[in-house]
Antibody, heavy 115, light 110 residues
Framework: EVQLVESGGGLVQPGRSLRLSCAAS????????MHWVRQAPGKGLEWVSG????????GYADSVKGRFTISRDNAKNSLYLQMNSLRAEDTALYYC????????WGQGTLVTVSS | QSALTQPRSVSGSPGQSVTISCTGT?????????VSWYQQHPGKAPKLMIY???KRPSGVPDRFSGSKSGNTASLTISGLQAEDEADYYC??????????FGGGTKLTVL
């Protein structure tokens, strides 16, 4: 059974940093691209970042480019999102999702940016 | 990349069929057969219902079907059931990055 478990969310002040993690199991992690997708309270889905199986190809939404960094550790079956210079508009539930077309999603970790 | 355009809401009675549209451009929806649809119930994670425009993952009822014409993709749900009431999102994944989502459609089963 595919499982994706996000962690690392919380309440953080504007301008500070946070690192999200996604622990994957139930599939061959290094066979798949992975994504981070977020959903602000009461809003729709917004793609944040994606990374290929070998980290050779990485993409970011314009809204986070230069502030967020995606990475993965295939030996640990884990995906990460380093978030710097956080803003109030980054407040959202952050999901990790498996594969090119996001066929499985975790339950999300909530990031709240507020003073 | 701009978000794909979906109707804010649709509704139908049990047993009826409804169609949700998803309009993009020739650079995303119209240019590739890479459109997916997700169902999201309140407080739950999105669930993949359709990928590659019209393919259904294992376990998704065949009441759900996808199609595409030009720059518009569509999700049709036939034989509506109460449990189909949810938010639905389309997504274009042409070229791997970025994933471009639609704004979401709230389906109400009357």
């Amino acid at each position: 059974e595919v499982q994706l478990v996000e962690s690392g969310g919380g309440l953080v002040q504007p301008g500070r940093s946070l690192r999200l993690s996604c622990a994957a199991s139930g599939f061959t992690f290094d066979d798949y691209a992975m994504h981070w997708v977020r959903q602000a309270p009461g809003k729709g889905l917004e793609w944040v970042s994606g990374i290929s199986w070998n980290s050779g190809s990485i993409g970011y939404a314009d809204s986070v480019k230069g502030r967020f960094t995606i990475s993965r550790d295939n030996a640990k079956n884990s995906l990460y999102l380093q978030m710097n210079s956080l803003r109030a508009e980054d407040t959202a539930l952050y999901y990790c999702a498996k594969g090119t077309f996001a066929d499985y999603w975790g339950q999300g970790t909530l990031v709240t940016v507020s003073s | 990349q701009s978000a794909l355009t979906q109707p804010r809401s649709v509704s139908g009675s049990p047993g009826q069929s409804v169609t949700i549209s998803c309009t993009g451009t020739s650079s995303d929806v119209g240019g590739y057969n890479y459109v997916s649809w997700y169902q999201q119930h309140p407080g739950k994670a999105p669930k993949l219902m359709i990928y590659d425009v019209s393919k259904r993952p294992s376990g998704v009822p065949d009441r759900f079907s996808g199609s595409k014409s030009g720059n518009t993709a569509s999700l049709t749900i036939s034989g509506l059931q109460a449990e189909d009431e949810a938010d639905y999102y389309c997504c274009s994944y042409a070229g791997s990055y970025p994933l471009v989502f639609g704004g979401g459609t709230k389906l109400t089963v009357l």
